[in-house]
């Protein structure tokens, strides 16, 4: 079982980036897939989710500039993430839920410049 992320990078602000994840040994289209995000020093939050149905939930502070979505041919999850603000620097995890399980993926890395 594995999540696999990828997209992350240095970017301006104002700038997009969009973040992938690929699961695998899993039944993909399952699972609640979400991102998540942790900077120095905080708790890792929320960013978005998407359900298995296709049901989507955001943070109130990306509403409108990230954009959560799913290939289940794929096996993939994607965040696009538009309008980039320094704030939004952190390292952003893959996870996956399905009733009392949940996985976790590795951490990429997202640095807004300002």
């Known amino acids: 079982v594995q999540l696999q992320a990828s997209g992350g990078g240095l970017v301006q602000a104002g700038g997009s980036l969009k973040l992938s994840c690929a699961a695998s040994?899993?039944?993909?289209?399952?699972?609640?897939m979400g991102w998540y995000r942790q900077a120095p020093g905080n708790q890792r939050e929320l960013v978005a989710m998407?359900?298995?149905?296709?049901?989507?939930t955001y943070t109130d502070s990306v509403k409108g500039r990230f954009t959560i979505s799913r290939d289940n041919a794929k096996n993939t999850v994607y965040l696009q993430m538009n309008s980039l603000k320094p704030e939004d620097s952190s390292v952003y995890y893959c996870?996956?839920?399905?009733?009392?399980?949940?996985?976790w993926g590795q951490g990429t890395q997202v640095t807004v410049s300002s």
């Open positions: 996870n996956a839920k399905i009733s009392n399980v949940e996985l």
């Open positions: 040994g899993i039944i993909f289209r399952l699972y609640g």
């Open positions: 998407i359900s298995s149905g296709g049901q989507t």
